[in-house]
């Protein structure tokens, strides 16, 4: 069945740097976009940046860029962020998402979620 697990969440300075990664099975990983996600206490989830198959950003939110880069490796059926220069408002659960078709029906995908704490 189709699996996203993220990982590499944790609790960071401003200013400081963390690397989310996402495992994805189940699916062609290679043949799909990937997206990270994330969702702050009290606020709608947003999306954070896509990656195309062949490992071109398409998107990054306004309030990333310069900051976060989103990347793949196709041969490990992983994906990344890594993030720099963190602040407080990144604060948030991260998500990596697929919008996947399984037995005909098409739908999106979510893992369980990483916690990225910017405190100091």
């Known amino acids: 069945q189709v699996k996203l697990v993220e990982s590499g969440g944790g609790l960071v300075q401003p200013g400081g740097s963390l690397r989310l990664s996402c495992a994805a099975s189940?699916?062609?990983?290679?043949?799909?976009?990937m997206h990270w996600y994330r969702q702050a206490p009290g606020k709608e989830r947003e999306l954070v940046a896509t990656v195309n198959a062949a490992g071109d950003p398409l998107y990054y939110l306004d309030s990333v860029k310069g900051r976060f880069t989103i990347s793949r490796d196709n041969a490990k059926n992983m994906f990344y962020l890594q993030m720099n220069n963190l602040k407080p408002e990144d604060t948030a659960v991260y998500y990596c998402?697929?919008?996947?078709?399984?037995?005909?029906?098409?739908?999106?995908?979510w893992g369980q979620g990483t916690q990225v704490t910017v405190s100091s």
């Open positions: 998402n697929a919008i996947v078709t399984v037995h005909l029906v098409r739908g999106p995908y």
């Open positions: 189940g699916f062609m990983f290679s043949s799909l976009a």
